[in-house]
T-cell receptor
Framework: DTAVSQTPKYLVTQMGNDKSIKCEQNLGHDTMYWYKQDSKKFLKIMFS???????INETVPNRFSPKSPDKAHLNLHINSLELGDSAVYFC?????????????FGDGTRLSIL | KNEVEQSPQNLTAQEGEFITINCSYSVGISALHWLQQHPGGGIVSLFM???GKKKHGRLIATINIQEKHSSLHITASHPRDSAVYIC???????????FGTGTRLQVTL
């Protein structure tokens, strides 16, 4: 059983479209995260939710909107996609809120904007 | 300047060599994470440490809080260790992770 699963694995779409990436974890964790990895492999936090509440919202364009329907799910919706949104997006989860919690990562969603 | 710096950026080693990857950070932290990203793209958490040393198989991670420095060592390296190794600082009073730029390791036969 996959602990943190993201869908889709690959997403190719045109500029201006709206798309969503889904994330589910079956670890019973309270905290979930979205990270963006750019073409130079640099990872950066985008959002974090703890018990369905938004805890971290980094300086991300408001075209990106996370939604957590329950503790096990954290989806990412992106409006009006731009070329610069091309990246790999990783979902992760941890047992609880706190910087000393190990994080479990999904396999990533590679988003390519044409 | 990034708050978390890694060196070297790229490392090539022969099978069996002892490998060290370094991570320096400039912020107060509550924990330091080491992650491994394989060529297929998935990310695995290797270690999380706030003091001293941790060992898992052929991997050893150490941290010196006073010097704001951590190292990841791989003993008896093997081609399957080829991956990108990333350190991430869990900044004190702020639960988000700040990542280093990664070290790309290639181990050849």
């Amino acid at each position: 059983d996959t602990a943190v699963s993201q869908t889709p694995k690959y997403l190719v779409t045109q500029m201006g479209n709206d798309k969503s990436i889904k994330c589910e974890q079956n670890l019973g964790h309270d905290t979930m995260y979205w990270y963006k990895q750019d073409s130079k492999k640099f990872l950066k936090i985008m959002f974090s939710y703890n018990n369905k509440e938004l805890i971290i919202n980094e300086t991300v364009p408001n075209r990106f909107s996370p939604k957590s329907p329950d503790k096990a799910h954290l989806n990412l919706h992106i409006n009006s996609l731009e070329l610069g949104d091309s990246a790999v997006y990783f979902c992760a989860s941890s047992q609880g809120w706190g910087s000393n919690q190990p994080q479990h990562f999904g396999d990533g969603t590679r988003l390519s904007i044409l | 300047k990034n708050e978390v710096e890694q060196s070297p950026q790229n490392l090539t080693a022969q099978e069996g060599e002892f490998i060290t990857i370094n991570c320096s950070y400039s912020v107060g932290i509550s924990a330091l994470h080491w992650l491994q990203q394989h060529p297929g793209g998935g990310i695995v958490s290797l270690f999380m440490l706030s003091s001293g040393k941790k060992k898992h198989g052929r991997l050893i991670a150490t941290i010196n809080i006073q010097e704001k420095h951590s190292s990841l060592h791989i003993t008896a390296s093997h081609p399957r260790d080829s991956a990108v190794y990333i350190c991430a600082a869990a900044v004190r009073f702020d639960s988000k992770l700040t990542f280093g730029t990664g070290t790309r390791l290639q181990v050849t036969l």
